[in-house]
């Protein structure tokens, strides 16, 4: 018996568009939150990617900054002469440089585990596919073992085993989602595999590697990748989510997540600061992506139908 | 049915117009943890001890600079060096009205070797010692030790006496190979948070009990010592805490333990509201791996573990500066330090050599050692057992990381840095010692000598430092009965430690108690929040 | 019973793996003889297996060991703070239902009206707010800034049948409001897009078509065709999101200090409480057969099309 599991929102469909309206990239594009988001998600990345450089600050060098500039309100300017715009943390750090820092080990997590889970989920979803019966029935039985448990559980007790790090992250959010791509894999793949050019194929005696991924895979990976784009929002989601249960990235390598944490306490002493604004920007990020994603999807469908 | 709906609702939503609110005779508690048993022999654990505190009473007590004074027992003295005799108080009854005598003290002896679902042998330890217990009479209790224990007393005043009439018994004696003449079933757990065995001699009795709800404790009317202001008491447990003095704030509370000490400042000058800071037993310290030659978790340019060299020791000590993280992490609530104990304890340095703030000297001291680039070194901590432990983590290494020592903060759960430390996993972390009994010895035979099962010391030296003369001296000191002597022989091992600082020390935590104006609250260096000691005033 | 088994097998090796409850519940004056006593005691000086052997056979009567922490039966203490999860979860799903059906039943009727964007896209911010974050700004906005409503605990509450319910008291639903709010909002959205996507569909169904032609009261087609059709998959996701929730409410519970299974596991596992820990994740498993087991009930008796043998793949 397949267990439930907390259902995704981002996995049901979005509105069935009317037949007559065709897949159309430039269509999409016109959509003006379509466009926001687009121009959000392309700051982020630049802004997570290349202004670390010019940050103020660097906040993994614990010599750059002062324990006795700590608790700063924003705006207020540090025993160095620099104003802080966005406030300092508990142990000194210029927010906006945490920020822009933290963005990229966000934006590193879920690029790098998504990624990976995606060649193991494909892989394991186009092998499940091409083989069917047993082989098929003893993935989708591990499959549907992991999903079964809760992902924040399963992530909560391994890195408690394995300890703390960006790497460490990207292993247990892997662990928890490649089970979902292989899922969808399998699924479109199996849909490809009933087709007559694949039967062609294995009748002239192509290898099997060779119609897994030279046949299946281009013609059945677009929702996936779709779907991928989602869980880059879900992996920063459950990165931040574990890095405020206390077993994510290192204290000395705050991400978004962690920096809204470590703001917690703060908060209840009306220090909003430290937890605010990394939280705004994790927001807009996660938004930006999933908005993305949901046209994207919007798109997929509609050209199906 | 219609009518029956109603009739259920009116009665539902009756409580709500229930008047609620502290009349003047209560007092309520707002706790940061909760004990978990009112049995005072489950588990030693804080909240634990405190409760038990209010419940119960023991032969001796402490007093709130963790002073042996007389509590059951009026008066002790101890002949030679094993055998001791304890004076019991006279008139005394149990909260049910049974008075208290000397059979009680044998039958909670026996107790506490008879108790199965203890979390450890904590309690019923100290009765291995015990050759024979004797009772000349109905007030007096003689106990002859196999070795010399000094901190006899101590251990006697962590021992909640309880009484013989929870259980079904015939003679009762010390003879632990036959029951002690308990006929009935020994006191269960379940037994003791129903309430049911839960009878002592304290300023309290228990009401209720809850798990994750709070304890409800009325004034025990037949307690032998000045009666508290209180008729009813309710300790509640509110793990956080920003609303825990939110709810005092708001008058929900009467008052509470362990408010944030940013929050406090708020209360400062406030008529409405008093605040009691006071620094507590329990030391902050680094702890470093002395012994091995070479570890993954430091780096250094010639291979080898820096942290055998004094020198290097002695720098790091020199590179933090205590008063800015007590300032600036601690916000005032705690003291630097420079030795393990407080200077009010017992066998506490009266005048330590202070340790200052001096990066200049430890860069030096570094580049003597043969390390002018510094090293880099892992630093465990937890972030979830001390006061802002993993921001005081961070902030040592921020000062670390300006003489040159990169040090990576590693900050996890209790548990796993427990377990871990247990392994000596670590060559650089941060711990926290509370010296309950015995003052100035616990934290030096537990951290300092040279780890020996048999005789249970350096059990905490997960470094492996180990010093023939120390070890000498510390060991004397905990066989010696007389007490002026002993202090002087833990004088003189601190100082030895102090010395060659295999730990360092960097503060005291403060414990701090916020309550509402009309209560006046003595804190205690033991952290308890004892209902009794809130007195009313006007 | 093989995934029960199985996922035994797994959390007890996981929590065994992280490290050694011994270290963490004994006084650290404790002598070497007393350790080793309370090694014996929690039965942890057997070798893994032995230890996993014991718990198998204690299980299979219904004993899923004592709490190392509180000395009491694991399940005795989860079945204790049930009712608190059960109630932030009860009023999570009514008001996302509540407010969430409404809403898409009106993107779905009218997907191209400019409202229903927005509630689209309002519906992507619900669920794109980090759920620990939204509570810290929910405290922050809703008691550190304004005083209406205090932080965080369950407030005063009153026995039914011996349960204890909050949202009785004034003070209880003080409390209530914000966890309830956190809960709410990601499942309202989850309401939304599925209804929305239900009845935009089903508009477009020969049956809907057909009563249209017939000329029934728009009214009534929502109400008899339209609703009855998707009133199915909300049913499932609401039943099957009220197992997920409860399961794992533990991040709100955290923020508000939500005295509820979601809180004890979070602190079991922080210290190392094997028992309860093992036990919990065996009651929420046995928890989701039976309601999926309800679920497939309820579809049965709603769409006599569906039978129970043949499931979707």
Known sequence: MTKPRPIDPTLVPPLVETPQRRFNLRRIKRRPNMKTALIALVVILAAGLLLPFAAPQNPYDLSTFSVMDNRLPPGERSLDGLTVWLGTDSQGRDMVSAILYGMRVSLLVGLAATSLALSIGVTVGLLAAMFGGRIDALLMRLVDFILGFPSILVALVLLAVIGRGVDKVIIAIVVVQWATYARIMRAAAMVERRKEYVEAAENLGYPSWRIMFRHLLPNSIGSVLVVATIYVAHAITLEATLSFLGVGVPVTQPSLGLLVASGFEFLMSGEYWISLFPGLALLVLIFSLNLVGDRLREALDSRRS | MRTNFLHVLSFLTLPILLPVGASAATLTVGLASEPTSTDPHYHSFTPNNGLARSLYGALVTTDANQKTVPDLATAWSVEGDNVWTFNLRKGVKFSNGVPFTAKDVIFTFCRVRNNPQAISDYFGNPVTNFVKVETPDDHTVRITTKVPEPLLPERMAEMAILSAGIVKHGEIAFDLANGCGVTGEWPTLARFNSGEDAIGTGPFKLTKYTKGAGVELARNENYWGEKPAWEKVTLLPIPNAGPRLAGLLAGNYDLVENPAARDVKQLEGDPRFGVTIRPSNRVIFLQMDVSKDQSPSVVTQNGTNPFKDERVRRAISMAIDRDTIVKRIMDGAAAPASQFVPETMFGAQPNPEPLIYDPEGAKKLLAEAGYPNGFKVTFAATNDRYINDSQVAQAIAQYLSRVGIQADVDAMTASIFFTRRSKSEFVLSMGGWGSTTGGASSFLQQFVATLDKDRGVGRSNYGGWSDPAFDAVILKAIATVDETKRAELLREAGKLALQKLPDIPIHFESTIWAFRKGIQFEGRMDQYTLPALAKAVK | ?313
């Open chain 3, 1 to 313: 019973m093989a995934v029960l088994l199985a996922v035994s097998l797994v959390v007890f090796l996981a929590v065994f793996a992280v490290g050694d409850p011994v270290e963490l519940l004994i006084n650290p004056e404790a002598t070497q003889h007393e350790r080793e006593m309370m090694v014996r005691a929690l039965g942890l000086d057997r070798p893994v297996w032995m230890q996993y052997l014991t718990f198998l056979g204690n299980a299979m009567q219904g004993d899923l060991g004592i709490s190392f922490v509180h000395g009491e039966p694991a399940l005795q203490i989860i079945i204790e703070r049930m009712p608190a999860t059960f109630e932030l979860v009860f009023f999570a799903l009514l008001i996302a239902s509540l407010v969430g059906i409404p809403l898409g039943l009106y993107v779905g009727l009218n997907s191209d009206a400019s409202l229903s964007r927005a509630i689209m896209t309002g519906s992507i911010l619900g669920y794109s707010i980090p759920n620990f974050w939204k509570g810290m700004m929910l405290i922050l906005l809703l008691s550190v800034w304004l005083h209406w409503l205090p932080t965080s605990g369950r407030g005063e509450t009153v026995d039914i049948l011996g349960i204890p319910v909050s949202f009785l008291t004034w003070d209880g639903v003080r409390h209530l409001v914000m966890p309830v709010l956190n809960l709410a909002i990601p499942n309202t959205a989850l309401m939304i897009r599925l209804t929305a996507s239900g009845a935009a569909e089903a508009r477009t169904q020969d049956y809907v078509k057909f009563a249209r032609a017939k000329g029934v009261r728009p009214q009534r087609i929502v109400r008899r065709h339209i609703l009855r059709n998707i009133l199915i998959p909300v049913i499932t996701v609401l039943g099957i999101e009220f197992g997920a929730l409860i399961a794992f409410s533990t991040i709100t519970e955290t923020v508000f200090a939500w005295p509820g299974m979601g809180k004890l596991l979070i602190t079991s596992i922080y210290r190392l409480d094997r028992p309860v820990v093992v036990s919990y994740v065996m009651l929420i498993t046995f928890l989701f057969v039976l309601i999926n087991l309800i679920v497939d009930l309820i579809y049965a008796a709603l769409d006599p099309r569906v039978k129970l043998m043949d499931r979707a793949p």
